[in-house]
């Protein structure tokens, strides 16, 4: 396993974007995140990083499974650092952000997939 840690909470508007087809992500961040950023963003425990995703590789998160498809210029940064970067479940190969990570899925993540404890893993 590349990454693994556990959701804890979450920001009042941090599932907003999941409802917007032209947006369909979510950001996420060590529990310990600024405050001015906890009301957007998914925050989980400090993760046990062991090695950088890569493409390929699939990401589960709350039980579903997804393909990363692309990988931002700073997101394994920030990931590796922050416990943070947005995951965007649009796919493609080309990265919407510099701090972006794009996934593929044949099911769609929704703001009901979201739960204290949930994972998010990496092989």
């Not at 579903?64 to 970067?85: M, N, Q, V």
């Amino acid at each position: 396993m590349k990454f693994y840690c556990e959701v804890t909470s979450w920001g009042e508007e941090s599932l907003l974007f999941l409802d917007d087809p032209n947006a369909n992500f979510i950001i996420i961040f060590n529990n310990n995140a600024p405050e001015e950023l906890v009301s957007f963003s998914v925050l989980h425990t400090p993760a046990n990083y062991n090695e950088d995703p890569a493409v390929g590789d699939t990401m589960i998160i709350c039980d579903k499974a997804f393909t990363i498809t692309a990988i931002g210029d700073e997101a394994l940064h920030t990931l590796r650092e922050l416990g943070h970067c947005t995951l965007s479940f649009r796919g493609g190969t080309t990265p919407e952000r510099p701090g972006c990570i794009m996934l593929q899925g044949d099911v769609p993540f929704t703001k009901d997939d979201i739960k204290m404890g949930a994972t998010i893993e990496i092989h």
